[in-house]
């Protein structure tokens, strides 16, 4: 069982930064495909960005282009998600999934088998 927890969230204004880490102990999380999610309250949960365990290859859903970026460190075994311009759609319970295999698409949280709590994000004056 592959356990993940999240951190970094918090509350920043319109255009401040977070940069949320997901990490593992006990499994090397560079066998895994990482996946971000958020949910906002009375919301489906979404995809927000996608990194491959085979290559490396990122992906981001178009609201993340351009201001969320994914990255892997594997010495500390954490996955982190650096967030800029952030704007109050932004705000949302961030989650970090894992699998080994992620087969159709990586924005269904279903194909995932392994997930943390999550973190608070939220983006208001």
């Known amino acids: 069982q592959v356990q993940l927890w999240e951190s970094g969230g918090g509350s920043v204004q319109p255009g401040g930064s977070l940069r949320l880490a997901c990490a593992s102990s006990?499994?090397?999380?560079?066998?895994?495909?990482i996946a971000w999610f958020r949910q906002a309250p009375g919301k489906e949960r979404e995809g927000v960005s996608y990194?491959?365990?085979?290559?490396?290859?990122?992906q981001y859903s178009d609201f993340a282009k351009g201001r969320f970026t994914v990255s892997r460190d594997n010495a500390q075994n954490t996955v982190y998600l650096q967030m800029n311009n952030l704007k109050p759609e932004d705000t949302a319970i961030y989650y970090c999934?894992?699998?080994?295999?992620?087969?159709?698409?990586?924005?269904?949280?279903?194909?995932?088998?392994?997930w943390g709590q999550g973190t608070q994000v939220t983006v208001s004056s």
């Open positions: 999934e894992a699998d080994e295999m992620v087969l159709y698409d990586w924005r269904d949280p279903d194909e995932y088998d392994y």
């Open positions: 006990g499994h090397t999380l560079d066998y895994y495909n």
């Open positions: 990194n491959s365990r085979t290559d490396g290859s990122r």
